[in-house]
């Protein structure tokens, strides 16, 4: 064992290097160091702990969420934000116009009316022309004090907080920080804030000193995409994380359209001995990306890739790890949309203490999915394969 030790690291070496020279192409992004990262595994945990963050708030509250409903994880939430209001805490949220456009209006004028200082992002305008129409700020962020954020695939619904019955209930996935990365998180908030005010939120200046500890061990890095980039970060980091695997790649997504390169780079992790497996949904929110993704499961299949797919929930996680030790955790998916068309927010956490708990997780919800065989898939019948040419052809718009 311990001869063998050497090599693992050796393989190790080569892989970061060329993560860290492919990863250049995405603007020089800034690792973050000694930040305290904390998983969130299901819906309940998360809630509980946003919430209990946004009622120890002193200062102000920086929010971004695609999707806000009016049920009862809604209203909850919205009690939350004006109770804050109350005790003298600035509330800043921007909101996805189209992801909350079956939320009554009413749902907003009440936080306006009481001091919450809305943005919804993208309101339909020939403004911007027409392509701008089909873009989507989709991520999902809270900072609190600048001290605080949390992140992940939870939207505000009941559905993500688990307040429904199986078939329906979301598995998602979060996690909050402490530390410095805090930072570059409210930078982008402000950045989003003045695309659409064409003016920076009235955040106080100094912070919530988030800079001035050292909370943790965990290296972090943003990576924010977007379609004001000339190329896509997302899927960049997406790429540099795979090819940086020596050993295992575990991928969780909703939504599998990643087209070739990711397609390319996971078969070649494959051949290099590396271990993947991919976690897909079995029911689906959305059931043409359903179609789509399994178009890809033949070739992937055949690669020597393993495919799951979670049957208990509707998948909506968005987690990527690597090697046991690294992992890509967010609001994107791998799909064209999120590489191409929505704004995303991910984190890539270095820390094998946080790894193991992640790959503790999932093991669970590997086992807890069915696996899908080469022999099974290829006797779906021709009408699935038929529908899934046909949708396959539109998969960059989905």
Same mark, same amino acid.
């Given at each position: /064992?311990? %001869? ?6 050796? &393989? ?15 603007? %020089? ?18 809630? %509980? ?77 020939? &403004? ?11 991520? &999902? ?141 079995? &029911?689906?929110?959305?059931?043409? /990306? ?29 987690? /990527? ?78």
């Amino acid at each position: /064992m311990a %001869q063998g030790q050497p090599i693992r690291h050796n &393989k190790r070496l080569v892989r970061m290097l060329r993560l860290f020279r492919h990863i250049r192409f995405v603007g %020089q992004p800034v690792t973050y160091r000694r930040n305290r990262v904390v998983l969130h595994p299901d819906g309940p945990d998360f809630f %509980q702990a946003l919430f209990s963050a946004i009622r120890s708030a002193e200062r102000y509250i920086l929010l971004e969420y695609y999707l806000i409903r009016s049920d009862a994880t809604g209203a909850a939430f919205a009690a939350e934000l004006l109770d804050a209001h109350r005790r003298g805490v600035q509330v800043f949220l921007i909101y996805d116009y189209i992801g909350c456009v079956e939320t009554p209006s009413a749902y907003f004028r009440d936080l306006a009316r009481h001091g919450v200082r809305l943005v919804s992002f993208n309101v339909p305008s020939f &403004k911007r022309g027409i392509h701008w129409f089909d873009k989507r700020d989709h991520r &999902k962020m809270a900072i609190i004090d600048g001290r605080q954020a949390f992140l992940g695939g939870f939207n505000i619904g009941d559905e993500y907080a688990g307040l429904v019955s199986s078939p329906l209930r979301f598995r998602d996935v979060g996690f909050s920080i402490v530390g410095n990365a805090v930072h570059e998180l409210e930078r982008i908030f402000a950045e989003t804030w003045q695309m659409e005010r064409d003016a920076p939120p009235p955040i106080p200046a100094d912070g919530g000193g988030a800079g001035t500890r050292r909370p943790g061990r965990a290296n972090v890095i943003i990576v924010s995409g977007g379609p004001h980039h000339r190329s896509s970060y997302i899927r960049s980091a997406f790429l540099a994380a795979i090819t940086s695997a020596s050993e295992s790649v575990l991928v969780v997504t909703p939504y599998f359209v990643p087209g070739p390169r990711i397609i390319r780079s996971l078969l070649r992790a494959v051949r290099r001995g590396v271990r993947v497996r991919i976690l897909l949904s079995a &029911k689906s929110d959305v059931p043409l /990306m359903r179609l789509v993704g399994r178009s890809y499961y033949t070739a992937l299949l055949k690669g020597g890739i393993e495919i799951c797919e979670l049957e208990r929930e509707v998948l909506h996680a968005k987690v /990527m790890l690597i090697d046991g030790e690294r992992t890509v955790i967010g609001s994107a998916n791998l799909d064209q949309r999120s590489f191409h068309r929505n704004f995303e927010i991910n984190g890539i956490i270095d820390n094998t203490s946080f790894g193991r708990q992640i790959a503790l997780m999932l093991e669970q919800d590997f086992r807890d999915s069915r696996v899908v065989t080469l022999a099974d898939h290829e006797r779906r019948g021709k009408l699935p394969q038929i529908l899934e040419k046909l949708v396959n052809l539109f998969a960059w718009f989905l």
